[in-house]
């Protein structure tokens, strides 16, 4: 089925290790997001891709880097992980005028 | 800035009956609006939109919203709920020929049996 595929579905992680999450559309969307969802404040932008080649910050960036690998592929890296980066973090592809398709999210714990 | 405010965190009701979600959004530019519903573990999935046109806009579901512009309000309604559309509902807004959806901190509705 087309949609938004990303790995992993769960991680713990210690404070101060790496990790990278994957994501993958099939639908040949230019555009690509990342976002957190925290308790109580909804889903916040981190970063987003306009267009193969080409990333932007978003609200909360801080702590994160990305890479758009191709058109398919926009990935979340976080470089020596925070116990405040616990949380839900969810890729969407897709245009503003037609709506997001979301993934089925990364649970991501920090100990 | 855009924002979006849901007033309502929780929202119980009873099977059956009418359910309104309240969205209030504030732009001082032309917005298109969205409500999105988040399912138990789940991703979100685009329920309706507000692009243009009428200001009725029917969804997925059973579910409308009316986009009102003087009281900058875009509210989500179903005549009668389901005990399936025990969710978490957001609305979202964007800046027409923007890149980014602004989210309001969701509705969790629970639907009594």
């Known amino acids: 089925n087309a949609g938004v595929t990303q790995t992993p579905k769960f991680q713990v992680l210690k404070t101060g290790q790496s990790m990278t999450l994957q994501c993958a559309q099939d639908?040949?969307?230019?555009?690509m997001y990342w976002y957190r969802q925290d308790p109580g404040m909804g889903l916040r932008l981190i970063y987003y891709s306009a267009s193969e080649g080409t990333t932007d910050k978003g609200e909360v960036p801080n702590g994160y880097n990305v890479s758009r690998l191709n058109k398919r592929e926009f990935s979340l890296r976080l470089e020596s992980a925070a116990p405040s980066q616990t949380s839900v973090y969810f890729c969407?592809?897709?245009?503003?005028?037609?709506?997001?398709?979301f993934g089925s999210g990364t649970r991501l714990t920090v100990v | 800035a855009q924002s979006v405010t849901q007033l309502d965190s929780q929202v119980p009701v009873f099977e059956e009956a009418p359910v309104e979600l309240r969205c209030n959004y504030s732009s001082s530019v032309s917005v298109y609006l969205f409500w999105y519903v988040q399912y138990p573990n789940q991703g979100l999935q685009l329920l309706l939109k507000?692009?243009?046109?009428?200001?009725l806009v029917k969804g997925i579901n059973g579910f409308e919203a009316e986009f009102n512009k003087s009281q900058t309000s875009f509210h989500l309604r179903k005549p009668s709920v389901h005990i399936s559309d025990t969710a978490e509902y957001f609305c979202?807004?964007?800046?027409?020929?923007?890149?980014?959806?602004?989210f309001g901190t969701g509705t969790r509705l629970t639907v009594i049996p």
């Open positions: 639908m040949n969307h230019n555009s």
């Open positions: 507000y692009l243009s046109g009428s200001t």
């Open positions: 979202a807004v964007s800046l027409t020929g923007a890149n980014n959806l602004f």
């Open positions: 969407a592809s897709g245009h503003n005028n037609y709506g997001y398709t």
